[in-house]
């Protein structure tokens, strides 16, 4: 039986690897030959590094072939790294060894359910996953992120405009997701967001219960 929000639409994603099978193994290889060649890969992870303290739980959500949770991991973090795409695990887990990679929907994490009942100091959300997300299932992502949280836990997400997410558009799925927006920027390396910046990040925490 079809997940209920497939029904409604698939992520981008999904559509790509639909068209072009060999989509996934060519983004692999594409990081892969970016590394070989000294290219730095690693300003997401850097970012998401200067937030937490060492030894800090950390979940890549939507972990592609695992480049910014192998760097985590490499600097002593704890890393669970969840994607909807099995080809893309697979290389993270051959690439970057040590983090619990899992094949998963975002719209459905639950990862209790699979044994992983500690909730995260951070998660991370790069590479325009968010962009890349059913747009019917956005909010519901950003509130089980939310839910995985540990008490004074951050999550952020970063992407680009011109992927048919606008940014007014995700704040008020962040808001609709029980979450706040604590800082937004232009870039991962700490310029600010303008009214002409095509990209945000944004550091999200969960809204305060009264």
Not at 51 to 62: C, E, F, H, Q
Not at 165 to 190: N, Q, T
Request: glycine share 12%.
């Amino acid at each position: 039986m079809e997940k209920e929000h497939e029904l409604v639409d698939r992520s981008g994603w999904d559509e790509l690897t639909s068209k072009n099978p060999n989509h996934s193994r060519w983004y692999i290889e594409r990081f892969r030959s970016m590394a070989s060649a000294g290219d730095d890969l690693a300003g997401e992870a850097r970012f998401v590094d200067a937030m937490v303290p060492r030894s800090a739980r950390i979940l890549d959500a939507g972990c592609g072939s695992g480049r910014v949770g192998g760097f985590l991991a490499d600097a002593g973090h704890t890393v669970v790294g969840v994607d909807g795409d099995p080809v893309l695990i697979v290389a993270a887990d051959e690439d970057h060894p040590g983090p619990t990679w899992l094949v998963g929907d975002l719209a459905e994490l639950d990862l209790p359910s699979k044994g992983i009942e500690e909730g995260f100091d951070a998660i991370v959300c790069a590479g325009n996953v968010m962009s890349f997300l059913a747009p019917s299932t956005r909010r519901e992502v950003l509130t089980r992120l939310g839910r995985h949280l540990r008490l004074h836990g951050r999550i952020v997400v970063g992407f680009g405009s011109g992927r048919g997410y606008e940014f007014d558009h995700f704040r008020e799925d962040v808001k609709a997701g029980e979450l706040v927006s604590e800082l937004e920027l232009g870039s991962w390396d700490l310029r600010p967001l303008t009214d002409d910046s095509d990209f945000i990040v944004a550091v999200l925490g969960c809204r305060p219960r009264t």
